[in-house]
């Protein structure tokens, strides 16, 4: 089944411990992508990569690194995480850099930051 | 800048009622047009899609109209199911650039 999976699903952490939400897909795809959904917001892409080791920022990438060491792989790392990255996180995935593509999304990861 | 404005919501309707969701843009050039629904606890899926002018995209009984002349795409739904219920988000790329711009989400609720 092609699928975007994520973990984990839900998370609650302090303020400064580094964490990392891994994403993972089984369609070959390129292109993939992190965003952040919250009350009122909407959807914000916070970094995508067009391929292996081409990664790149987007909206808010304020916090957040990535890495794209795999194809089927994208982790998400928050290296010192704050209360304002409390939110609600997806990963996504499409076959390449065209946006016509469908992009097919995680389940979402819910992280709480006290 | 590239922005998606939808209605706000949530929109409350009775099964078997009609259905629309506005969403207007504003994209340099003629970008594609995306409707992505997101079923409670889930992540989005695409719905539908429109790549230009007048073009109509469907899928499950939803419709919508690419219209340039509006700059809108806004979604149809001739007789919804407590099914539907779910965040409906308008979504657009344009021509040559490789990310999504989204709207904020318009909850649609269906009581029986």
């Known amino acids: 089944e092609a699928q975007v999976t994520q973990n984990p699903r839900y998370l609650i952490t302090v303020t400064g411990k580094k964490l990392t939400v891994t994403c993972s897909q089984n369609?070959?795809?390129?292109?993939m992508s992190w965003y952040r959904q919250d009350p009122g917001l909407g959807l914000r892409q916070i970094y995508y990569?067009?391929?292996?080791?081409?990664?790149d920022k987007g909206d808010v990438p304020e916090g957040y690194k990535v890495s794209r060491k795999e194809k089927r792989n994208f982790p998400l790392i928050l290296e010192s995480p704050s209360p304002n990255q409390t939110s609600l996180y997806f990963c996504?995935?499409?076959?390449?850099?065209?946006?016509?593509?469908?992009?097919?999304f995680g389940p979402g990861t819910r992280l709480t930051v006290t | 800048g590239n922005s998606v404005t939808q209605m706000e919501g949530p929109v409350t309707l009775s099964e078997e009622a009609f259905l629309t969701i506005n969403c207007t843009y504003t994209?340099?050039?003629?970008?594609?047009l995306f409707w992505y629904v997101q079923y409670p606890g889930e992540g989005l899926q695409l719905l539908l899609k429109a790549t230009k002018a007048d073009d109509k995209g469907s899928n499950k009984g939803f419709e919508a109209t690419y219209r340039k002349e509006t700059t809108s795409f806004h979604l149809e739904k001739g007789s919804v199911q407590v099914s539907d219920s779910a965040v409906y988000f308008c979504a657009l790329s344009p021509l040559g650039y490789s990310t999504l711009t989204f709207g904020k989400g318009t909850m649609l609720l269906v009581s029986p």
């Open positions: 996504a995935s499409r076959q390449n850099r065209d946006a016509y593509y469908e992009q097919y």
């Open positions: 994209a340099t050039g003629y970008p594609s």
């Open positions: 990569s067009m391929n292996v080791e081409v990664t």
């Open positions: 369609m070959n795809h390129e292109y």
